[in-house]
């Protein structure tokens, strides 16, 4: 059948010969703007002075600055939504920016309070572990001593005595509060013996993405880990060789910073968008601004709102999380209830989204995210709320409406996304075979000019297109926008005949 198709596609390559290579997708439309002033009084500030500093786009600066307030204020409460579901205020977010678009410069900017707070943390547990080490060792001598002391060997008195030294010194948490790049399985293995509120943060998520966490035979796996960090949920690991391992209260907040075909090819994959990653995450793709970041004088108040939003957040930062009494990293969140008249809002929020997924509705192409986005907007209004007053009681009205007015532009912002990232398996086919074409193919820079047959791509090609019909579908789509065109005189590729012969075109 496949066979059948190609060549029906060869014939009608005859006749049809686009001037220009079309894009394999639709091309993305502009987003609307940044609601920035939501950000509230400490956030806002800060992401315009930063995107003045560094020219970045401010969609960017943003992502930033909420994912490390997240990081800051995640193990102090959970907003407790109307339906009566207590929530954290983890945040997922992705960034889509291309190279040069000055991603890593927005971290470096804001995330000075991160860095200071865990060098502090570092210094301290240099002096704990030597604490430890010498609790453990007294420990264990009197231990020795209780049992050289009942050598009677009667069972109850020397359980007496034991029970009388105490149980064992329990070693400080490591200092690390933020990764770049892990497995699902050292996040597991360091949540048991580190701080309980941690942050991945990537300027480079291609690491991540690309890594063996998110290869193809673990992704599903690092996926349903990621959502459950998302929910909130216990950490639960079973393993033959470090055993069983079962952690309460544990927060995991993620900032992901990724180019747009990375980002794109990530997002269009059909395991993970069932199973509902990518809709616990507000993702932000916003165009380039290069070309238009002309030098000008720095505003002198930049660094100092700069200043005052690292110093908020190194004063929450320092401040010791609940814990649940008896236990070391287990977090004990306070809960964060609506007021009444927030409630209210936050129901008439969920119902408008809900029209909207019905049959013909705008959000049934991204219905996962608009199931959660009213959770999403109770968790942005909360992380807002905690670094505005820590203290706070009750998250009101207008703290809400701000969280609303973030989560509807990334639910917007998803709409959009959705209308190129979404791609059937064909065109995904295209996409690598084409990438391979320009990057891979030997006769690109061979004398005899940018040819391939068909045969070339199912023996040489992407390993996904080792089957024929694979290699035709893929081959077919290429053909279809202009990106190959049927060499009729030529006979030979690489010095071997062949049949299907094609031109690889420049776009």
Not at 247 to 269: C, I, K, T, Y
Not at 353 to 378: C, D, F, M, S, T
Not at 380 to 396: P, R
Request: hydrophobic share 40%; aromatic share 6%; net charge neutral.
């Amino acid at each position: 059948m496949a066979t059948a198709a190609f060549k029906a596609r060869l014939d009608d390559a005859d006749i049809i010969d686009i001037e220009q290579p079309q894009p394999l997708r639709r091309p993305l439309a502009d987003a609307e703007p940044y609601p920035f002033e939501a950000l509230g009084n400490h956030l806002r500030p800060a992401v315009e002075a930063v995107h003045g500093i560094i020219q970045a786009p401010i969609e960017i600066c943003a992502q930033s600055a909420l994912a490390q307030a997240a990081l800051a204020v995640q193990g102090h409460a959970n907003v407790v939504l109307p339906n009566g579901q207590s929530r954290p205020l983890s945040l997922f977010l992705l960034s889509v920016a291309a190279s040069g678009d000055r991603k890593s410069a927005a971290d470096n900017e804001l995330g000075w309070a991160l860095e200071r707070h865990e060098r502090n943390l570092a210094e301290g547990l240099v002096e704990a572990k030597a604490n430890y080490a010498n609790d453990m060792e007294a420990w264990n001598a009197a231990r020795s001593q209780a049992k050289a002391d009942n050598k009677s060997g009667n069972r109850s008195s020397i359980a007496s005595a034991l029970g009388e030294v105490g149980n064992e010194p329990v070693p400080p948490l490591e200092a690390i509060i933020s990764f770049p790049d892990p497995t699902i399985e050292g996040i597991q293995k360091y949540l048991a013996v580190g701080q309980p509120s941690l942050g991945l943060f990537s300027d480079e998520g291609g690491m991540f993405v690309g890594g063996v966490g998110m290869s193809k035979d673990h992704s599903l796996k690092t996926a349903a880990g990621f959502s459950k960090f998302w929910d909130g949920a216990p950490v639960k690991r079973l393993r033959a060789g470090d055993g069983k391992t079962v952690l309460f209260g544990r927060r995991v907040s993620l900032h992901l910073m990724l180019q747009p075909e990375a980002a794109m090819n990530w997002l269009s994959d059909p395991v993970l968008r069932d199973q509902g990653l990518f809709s616990r995450m507000l993702i932000a793709a916003p165009i380039s601004i290069a070309g238009t970041r002309f030098g000008r004088d720095p505003d002198p108040d930049a660094k100092a709102a700069v200043y005052r939003y690292g110093s908020r957040l190194l004063s929450i930062l320092e401040r010791p999380c609940p814990i649940k009494e008896g236990t070391v990293g287990e977090l004990a969140p306070r809960d964060l209830p609506m007021t009444t008249g927030a409630a209210r809002m936050w129901w008439a929020y969920r119902d408008s989204v809900e029209k909207e997924q019905g049959k013909g509705g705008r959000l049934v192409p991204i219905r996962g995210l608009a199931n959660k986005i009213y959770e999403h907007a109770a968790r942005l209004a909360g992380v807002l709320a905690l670094i505005d007053n820590l203290d706070v009681a009750e998250l009101d009205e207008a703290a809400l409406a701000n969280g609303i007015k973030l989560a509807s532009w990334y639910l917007g912002e998803a709409l959009r996304l959705s209308e190129v990232g979404i791609v059937s398996d064909d065109i995904r086919m295209a996409e690598a075979l084409l990438d391979w074409l320009k990057t891979s193919w030997p006769m690109r820079s061979a004398d005899d000019g940018p040819y391939i047959s068909s045969v070339d791509v199912y023996q040489y090609g992407p390993g996904s297109m080792r089957e024929k019909s694979v290699a035709q579908r893929a081959l077919a789509v290429l053909l279809d926008h202009g990106w190959l065109r049927k060499a009729e005189q030529r006979t030979h590729v690489n010095g071997k005949r062949r049949r299907d012969i094609f031109e690889v075109r420049e776009g």
